[in-house]
């Protein structure tokens, strides 16, 4: 069986995308349209699909790093906020994004709480490992 490691990271996100568009409960907000992805970001993101792509790239960050929690996706995503003459920062992604989709990939079945002594954040269940590994082997032949 091929693993999500051994298949090229943008080829297996292209191809999730597509996948989470079919599922109904991931659909991105009507805001979506008008919030920047971080406080590091001048814009709001321009491609039409950024929700999906977001939300594939997080389920394969926690099919690989889980369990994971909001905190450390923020800081995976954030960048450097420009500051005009000032030297640049590092600032977090929006935690409101993330929190949407997670909530969003939770209620599709393929990530699932965990709230273990000393352990939170979410991890992948074994309905989103089959999906994932599913779609890996698919990019694989291709």
């Not at 907000?29 to 950024?50: H, L, M, T, V, Y």
């Not at 939300?55 to 369990?67: C, D, M």
């Amino acid at each position: 069986m091929v693993a999500v490691q051994e298949v090229e990271a943008r080829k297996l996100i292209a191809r999730l995308k597509e996948e989470l568009k079919k599922v109904e409960a991931i659909k991105p907000p009507a805001w979506i349209n008008f919030a920047k992805s971080g406080a590091s970001r001048e814009r709001p993101p321009i491609q039409p699909d950024f929700w999906y792509i977001r939300s594939a790239s997080i389920l394969k960050r926690i099919y690989l790093n889980g369990p994971i929690g909001v905190e450390r996706l923020k800081t995976f995503y954030g960048g450097r906020k420009r500051r005009g003459t000032k030297p640049a920062r590092f600032k977090k992604a929006s935690g409101s994004i993330l929190r949407k989709i997670l909530q969003q990939l939770e209620a599709a079945g393929f990530v699932e709480k965990l709230d273990k002594k000393g352990v939170k954040g979410r991890k992948i269940s074994t309905t989103g490992r089959k999906f994932l590994d599913k779609i890996a082997y698919e990019v694989s032949k291709e």
